[in-house]
Every structure is written in C-alpha cells, then in structure tokens.
C-alpha cells in the first residue's frame, strides 16, 4: 500500500512538530514546504528555515523552499497602510484583520498550487496549531483554494499540540518564536 502524501505548508519547528505527529498517525507521510514571505527581515526567516531544515532532515522528511521574496506579502498590503499613523492605520485591529487574511490566503493558495505540480493530493497547514491564528477563516479559505484545484484540504484542529511544540523546541535547542513572523506583529507587540 502506497502512503498518503500530504504537503504541510510550514512557519516553524514549534507548530510543525506536533503536526508532522498527528498527520502521520493520520496515515500521512508529510511533504514540508517553507513558504512564508510574510516573514520580516531575511535573518528570521533564514533562523526559522535552518531549524525547519534541521528538523526535517532528522526525520528524513522532504522539503520544498521556493525563493524568499517579502514583497510578495508586503506590496499588496501596502495601500492598506494608513502613512499618517504610526500604528499603520487608525482602525489597527481591521489592518491586522484584513493583512492577516491576505496572508492565508497567499500561503494557502501556493500550498495548494505546490501540492498540484507535485501530484500531491491533500494540502494543510502548521497554522492550525497556534490558538492564535484564525482557524474558520484558514480552513474556509482553504476549502475554496481545494475546490479551485482539485484537492483535498485537511482540516485538523492542532492546537492542543501548541505547548508540546514549544517543549519539544526547548528539548531540542530550537528557535520558539514569540510572533506570527511579519513586521506589523512584531511592532504591535511591542506596543502592547
């Protein structure tokens, strides 16, 4: 019997480890791909990559990683950018909604369209283990992206797994990273 290949779009080893558990109990065996141009600044997302890498590599996992290029998240949000306030816009909370949507989008929709020119049938994301990320909105966005090609998105609620990744990142000297990856929730953090 030939295994279920699923591409996992990934941002870090604390969200993937605990997925790349669960997909393979599943009956997966887990394609990685590190697509996140969303991530701000080429040194954490060349950090997150090395660990991804390293992670992968220790559980003879593949890998895809096409090029790293930010504007490919931050050019079309650009004009939702308010330039008079420095909390980029007078409404923060709509800004970080509608670029936090966009950035789903944008990452589910690649995952999708790599899982189509690799033959892969079923596609999900490591976003699913954060409580902070927008689960109805990824998986909505997802089934429509899966119809659209063809595919199978699965949806599986990671998010008990999100303290067992973080252990496993401690236990394993790798990076936990303290936000989602792009500029706008590093700065707002800070403001917090």
């Known amino acids: 019997i030939m295994a279920k290949k699923i591409l996992v779009h990934t941002c870090c080893v604390s969200c993937l480890s605990y997925a790349h558990k669960r997909f393979t109990e599943m009956g997966f065996v887990p394609v990685i791909l590190f697509y996140n141009p969303n991530i701000g600044g080429k040194i954490e997302y060349l ?9 992968v590599q220790s559980h003879k996992l593949q890998i895809i990683v096409p090029e790293y290029n930010e504007n490919e998240y931050l050019k079309p949000i650009e004009p939702w950018q308010d330039k008079r306030s420095i909390k ?21 929709r690649e995952t999708a369209e790599l899982a189509k020119k690799n ?14 990320q927008d689960h109805e909105f990824i998986d909505y966005i997802a089934s429509q992206v ?9 949806y599986i609620d990671l998010r008990k797994g999100f303290w067992q990744g973080r252990n496993y990142c401690r236990a ?10 792009c500029t706008f929730s590093i700065k707002e953090r800070m403001l917090e």
Do not use: M, Q, W
């Open 119 to 132: 033959r892969i049938k079923y596609f999900s994301t490591t976003l699913l283990t954060s409580p902070y």
């Open 146 to 154: 899966a119809k659209d090609y063809k595919l199978e998105f699965i």
């Open 172 to 181: 394993h000297k790798f990076l936990i990273p303290t936000y989602c990856g």
């Open 47 to 55: 950090n997150r990559l090395k660990d991804v890498e390293s992670y």
């Open 88 to 108: 980029f816009i007078s409404d923060t909370n709509r800004f970080r909604r509608k670029r936090c949507e966009f950035c789903y989008h944008l990452r589910v």
